[in-house]
């Protein structure tokens, strides 16, 4: 059984399987031999849970959750890789390696085939380069997870994990916790990963809800206003939303008053809450033509 985080072990196989680490696809492996089963333990992973993982790389972390999960079903985009999985996870007869793009793929209709009957969990080391599009496909789909477990560059884990409401938050923070209750787990230093990256990294945890945070009429326009707001955010929301949107300011304003907040607020000071009411104020002018 090769030793998946020792540095030569790895050169040695991407060698003999005439396989170079890819910039493009985000390839950084981890050597760190404590992080993985870190990762796995603090997923709660066991028997009972069918686990997603997107981009395995060459297995260290597919191993470890195999060796809870009851299945693992790994989503893998570069079509190089399945030689080198095939033999570093020849001894595990769970996992299985899906050869697609995350973004593409039928999740609900994977999940629906090779998860039945099973609790369903995501943990991976996801590509930095496209950690939020990722994020709220998972989310936005509405998918029967419990939670999503993964490790991510750890700028973007602050901003994902920031509250609604305060100063660090930004559109991708409220549209996290508009689906998920999210939760900085631990931060994993460059030196634990071949190559190194140039940035920390950390894990973060996104806890599903069973229903969203706060209810609305209209899921993508509340989004289109979310994003708008944060479009400009050295601006305050009125002025942000009045021009992403192309809406008269006074009319902007108007609404963020008849909803109880300050014509003067700035987006990270807005709740969900806020925004819903915001929407709702909007859309009722529209009605009022």
């Known amino acids: 059984m090769p030793n998946l985080t020792d540095i030569s072990t790895i050169r040695d196989l991407c060698a003999r399987h005439d396989f170079a680490l890819s910039k493009g696809f985000g390839q950084n492996f981890i050597v760190n031999p404590g992080i993985c089963p870190k990762i796995v333990e603090a997923a709660g992973i066991d028997e009972s849970y069918g686990v997603i993982e997107i981009g395995p790389g060459i297995g260290v972390l597919t191993k470890e959750l195999a060796r809870r999960a009851q299945k693992v079903v790994a989503i893998e985009v570069d079509q190089r890789l399945p030689p080198l999985l095939a033999e570093t996870l020849a001894e595990f007869d769970n996992i299985e390696i899906v050869l697609e793009d995350v973004l593409k793929v039928d999740l609900q209709g994977l999940i629906r085939e090779k998860f039945a009957?099973?609790?369903?969990?995501?943990?991976?080391?996801?590509?930095?380069?496209?950690?939020?599009?990722?994020?709220?496909?998972?989310?936005?789909?509405?998918?029967p997870i419990q939670h999503i477990?993964?490790?991510?560059?750890?700028?973007?884990?602050?901003?994902?994990?920031?509250?609604?409401?305060?100063?660090?938050?930004?559109?991708?923070?409220?549209?996290v916790a508009y689906y998920a209750q999210p939760k900085l787990l631990f931060t994993v230093q460059p030196g634990s990963?071949?190559?190194?990256?140039?940035?920390?990294?950390?894990v973060i945890q996104l806890a599903v809800r069973p229903q969203p945070a706060v209810q609305v009429e209209d899921e993508a326009g509340f989004f289109k206003l979310v994003r708008a707001a944060f479009g400009q955010r050295r601006k305050t929301a009125a002025n942000s939303i009045s021009n992403g949107l192309g809406l008269p300011k006074a009319k902007v304003a108007a609404a963020l008053e008849a909803a109880g907040l300050p014509a003067t607020a700035r987006p990270e000071q807005l709740t969900l809450a806020d925004f819903a009411a915001l929407q709702r104020q909007l859309a009722a002018q529209k009605a009022e033509g």
């Open 117 to 143: 009957g099973l609790k369903v969990a995501v943990c991976a080391n996801l590509p930095y380069y496209i950690t939020s599009p990722i994020l709220m496909r998972l989310l936005e789909e509405k998918l």
């Open 149 to 175: 477990t993964v490790m991510v560059q750890k700028e973007a884990a602050d901003r994902i994990a920031a509250a609604p409401g305060t100063r660090d938050a930004g559109a991708i923070s409220y549209a």
């Open 193 to 202: 990963f071949y190559p190194p990256p140039k940035v920390t990294s950390a």
